[in-house]
Each structure stands twice: as C-alpha cells, then as structure tokens.
C-alpha cells in the first residue's frame, strides 16, 4: 500500500488522505472517525484513548482561546471611543488638531463623545453579558438535547458575524447608539454556545482523578484568548479600530469551521470507554481512576435546572462564582482604561501591559488546579485564594501606579489570586458537581450543571463593568473598595463547604491516629522481630540446646 509521511516520521494509509480530500467536497459523505484517525495517528493499541483525549484538548483549548479572543476587544477600544484629544496619537488620523483645540474631545467617536461616556461605554459592556448571562442557562440546555460539535459550529460562526459587524460600524460610520448595543446583545447571547458546551466535551473525557490539574492547565485558555485579543485589538486601535475586532471575527469564525470537521464529542463515538467520574482513593486524590465502560450516551437522560440546583455544592459556587466573576470581569473590560488614566503609558503600551494579569491567571489557574487534586478540596483551595485576593487588590490600587516594574510584579499576582479561584469552579468543579454521585453516573447534566454556575456567575459579570462604569468617575480607588468587597463575599459563601471538607479531612485523620500495629510499618517490623526470636528461643529450649542462658 502506498503510503505518506506524517509531520513526525509516522507513516499513514495514502487511502486516509484520499477520505480527508474526499470529505471537503462532500461533508455529508465525511465519516468523523476517519478523520480524526487521520489527524490522531495511534502508537498501538494502548494509546488510542490518550491520542483522542490529546486531540479534543487541542481542539477545545484553541476553540474557547477564540471565544475569549472575540471578547477583549471593547476593553482596548474603550481608550479610543472616548479619549483626550489633545494628546495626539502615533496615527497621522489624529496628529491634525481640529479648528476647535479646546474641545479635549473632538476626535472621540459620537455617541461616546459625552461627558457621560463612560457610563455609555458600561451599558455596552451590560447589553453584552447580561445576554450572555440569561442566554447561558438556556445554551446549557439546549447542549445536552443537540450534537455539541453542530451547536458549537453555529454558535462560533454567529459570534464571528456580530464581532465584525461592531468592527464595521467604523467603516461604515455608524455613530448610534442602538446599532452598538444590539450588536452586543445579540453577539453576547451567540458567546454563550462556548463554555458550557467545552466543559461538558472535557468532563465526557476526563476522570475526576487528575481532574483539577488537567482542567487547570487546560483553562488557561481564557487568559490566552485574552492576551491574543489585546494584543491584536492593541495592534489595529490606534489606527482603525474596526479591524480589532474585525480580525477576531474572522478568527472564531475560522476555529468554527475547523470544529465542525475535526471535533468528537464523546469517547463512545469513536469507540473508546469512559473514564470513571467517582472520587478517587482518599489517601491519593491525585490518582487517575481506572476506566471502564458506563452507561452509553443514547441511554442518558437530560437533567432540568431544578433538579440541577438541587446537587450538593451547587448553590454556594454558583453564589461564589456570582462575586468572583464580577471581579474578574471588572478587570477584563476596564483594566486597559484604569492603567491608562492612572499612568502614563499610550493606549497600546496599556493594552499590553493588561496581559499580565491574565498571564498571572494562567499560573492561579494551574496552581489551584494542583493544589486542589493533591489535598481534595475545591472549597479550601478557593477560600485560600480569594482571601489573600482582597489585601492584593487593595495593595495594587494603591502602590501600582508607581512605577513599571510594581505593576508588572502587581498585576501577576492579582490575576493569580483573582483568576485561580475563578477558574477552578468554573471547570474542576463545575465537571465534579456535573457528575456527582447523585446522578448515578449520568454525563448528560454536565452541560446543564455548568451552565447554571457559570450563568449565574455571568450574571455578576455583567454587573461588574456596569457598576465599574458608574463608579468610577468618582474616583478609581472606590472601584477597587467594590472589588475588594465582591471578593470577601465571594470568600464568605463557600465557608459551610471549606467546614465540611476540613471536618472529613479531620475524620480521616482521627481513623489513622487509630493505631492498628499490624498497619504501622515499622512497628509491625518489630513485632514481628521480636516474634521471630521468641519462637527461636522456645524451639531451642525444648532440644535442649539452651541450658542456664548458655548455649551447648
């Protein structure tokens, strides 16, 4: 048989390529699994289940990179929607003063050319997640009852439209409000199809042995797409700005098109078992569960919302969530303007020193993962974090202004403590509580489970910037006093679950401190020694080779 070279030196059928070329022309004709056997050459027989899971991380990963990408460009747009005039940009557009030099917003963009801008630009940031918000409990559900791979392709291709048509507003100099703020809630609702989606793929692949690290690792994603958005929207903005987020547009919309081919959803798709979601041995919460076979997809049923509310934990992350997300999120959409108002750095230069923080909660996500796994306790790890995040963010608001290299140090740090925790519960345990004992088993609420936590923390996350918008011209240092008192908040709702898992942690430690000698290593060692001579004695006494402590 005729055969190619892979990228790697691995030697593939020339009749697989023959199916991938065929597949282009006719997609109804495309088998999923030749495809992907294709692109996820298996080392043997061992290995499949891992070449799969490798190649739906990728795919997931880079998926919800864009979805983020397409996000973060209103925060770096904001400078230039409405700005100083008087200080000119690198961009010959805006170096010829106007005949009006004293208007110091002349060159903004109408209608954020007021003095009440930054409450227009807020309610822009509201339109968009309060629909992402509503619209995420229903994507949730509509995921489980529909083919995942279609509903993403639909949702990413719509995201994809409605960030270009924002873009086009430029070209097309629209200066209406309405124009922007449908945009955005139509474009928000489409932005909803991604994560509850996403996590349900990942939980379909993964055990709850590794889980924390894995997702952890995995997450990291939402701070790439952030730092990928900033940079591309920072490159265009001081030239036209439609192109930052025309470009992003095209970019999910793309990563669409590539999940519709390539994307499985599920290991019994492809005829691979799943892995065991039951909590793993106590005393290793790092280890991976053996898999096995469950219960096939066709034969799990939906869960709805209410019985969804109703699993153990729920309601104190979802509430958790609602306050650590609002935090997030505040930062997200106004860290570009803050660092801009409260320094010295040009419009790019404050774009990208913004990635930082999501640089920080790449590392919080991972960490939190970690530590999570190896101690077993989600509640704990998010407790921590968000405690030393309050002190943090105070120390930022007041010190970071100083000079580059304390906002750099600063602004690592507050995503690590921000993000970390927020990035656990919206994957390790929005997958755990997704398939909780409770539901004998049944991967189809993790779709509807993390939906309702994430919604609900959407729901803060669009309050946020809202808030954010209205209170800052007041002054910048009583955002931060909102951030701070979110983030306590946040700290307070999951105290019973920090309790509960301190008092099992207890409980398991007070049954080892139960000692049975024949389980403590070394003192079985020693008895079985002293064992051992007693036994050697008696069988020399009764020979008679031991006579008054002497041996004959």
């Known amino acids: 048989m005729k055969v190619l070279k892979s990228w790697r030196g691995l030697r593939l059928p020339l009749h697989r390529v023959k199916v991938v070329l065929a597949s282009f022309c006719s997609p109804i004709l495309m088998k999923k699994q030749d495809i ?18 490798m190649w739906v991380i990728g795919l997931t990963f880079f998926g919800y990179t864009s979805y983020h990408l397409s996000r973060k460009p209103i925060s ?8 100083n005039c008087q200080v000119p940009l690198d961009s010959e557009e805006y170096i010829q003063f106007s005949n009006t030099p004293n208007d110091s917003c002349y060159c903004c963009w109408a209608p954020f050319n007021t003095d009440n801008a930054n409450e227009l630009l807020g309610s822009l940031d509201l339109a968009y997640l309060f629909a992402y918000a509503v619209a995420m409990f229903f994507s949730g559900h509509i995921g489980e009852r529909v083919n995942l791979r279609y509903f993403l392709t639909f949702g990413m291709l719509m995201c994809g439209i409605f960030t270009c048509l924002f873009g086009m507003g430029y070209f097309w100099n ?9 945009v955005q809630i139509i474009g928000g609702a489409f932005q909803s199809t991604g994560w509850p989606s996403m996590v349900a793929i990942m939980g379909n692949w993964f055990g709850k042995g590794r889980r924390g690290l894995i997702m952890g690792i995995w997450n990291s994603h939402t701070s790439v797409g952030n730092i990928l958005g900033s940079l591309i929207a920072g490159y265009f903005v001081d030239d036209k700005w439609g192109l930052s987020f025309i470009v992003p547009g095209l970019i999910i919309a793309s990563m669409g098109i590539i999940i519709f081919f390539f994307l499985v959803v599920h290991p019994a798709d492809v005829g691979c078992t799943l892995p065991d979601h039951e909590s793993p041995d106590k005393h290793h919460p790092a280890r991976e569960p053996a898999i096995h076979k469950v219960i096939p997809p066709a034969d799990m049923k939906p869960i709805s919302l209410k019985r969804a509310v109703f699993i153990p934990g729920v309601i104190e992350f979802a509430l958790c969530l609602f306050f650590a997300k609002l935090v997030s999120y505040t930062f997200l959409f106004w860290l570009p ?26 590392i919080g996500g991972i960490i939190s993962g970690v530590i999570s796994d190896r101690l077993g306790g989600r509640a704990c790890t998010v407790f921590v974090s968000l405690a030393f995040g309050a002190p943090m963010m105070y120390v930022y608001s007041v010190f970071g202004h100083i000079g580059l290299t304390e906002n750099i140090i600063m602004l690592i740090l507050c995503g690590i403590l921000v993000n970390g925790p927020y990035a656990l519960i919206t994957t390790a345990v929005a997958a755990d509580l997704g398939t909780h004992p409770s539901l004998n088993g049944n991967s189809k609420a993790l779709s509807t489970v993390t939906a309702l936590i994430d919604g609900t923390g959407s729901v803060g996350a669009a309050l946020g910037p809202l808030l954010t918008g209205i209170i800052s011209p007041t002054g910048w240092s009583n955002v931060f006093y909102m951030l701070i008192a979110a983030d306590l908040a946040a700290c307070l709702l999951v105290v019973r679950l920090v309790v509960k898992e301190l008092s099992e942690w207890c409980c398991s ?14 003192l079985n060692s020693i008895i079985h020694d002293d064992d051992e001579d007693d036994s050697i004695h008696n069988s020399l006494m009764a020979d008679g080779s031991v006579q008054n402590g002497t041996v004959q």
């Open 76 to 83: 770096v747009v904001k400078s230039v929607l409405h700005r």
């Open 36 to 53: 992907v056997d294709f692109l996820v050459p298996s080392w043997g027989r061992a290995t499949v289940l891992d070449s799969y899971r």
């Open 174 to 182: 629209i200066h209406t409000l309405p124009y922007y703020i449908v």
């Open 509 to 522: 430690k007070e049954e080892d401190i139960k000692v049975n000698p024949l389980s403590e290593p070394l």
């Open 337 to 362: 303007t803050y660092i801009k108002n409260s320094t010295n750095f040009t419009d790019e230069e404050a774009a990208d020193l913004s990635t930082l923080f999501d640089i920080g909660g790449i």
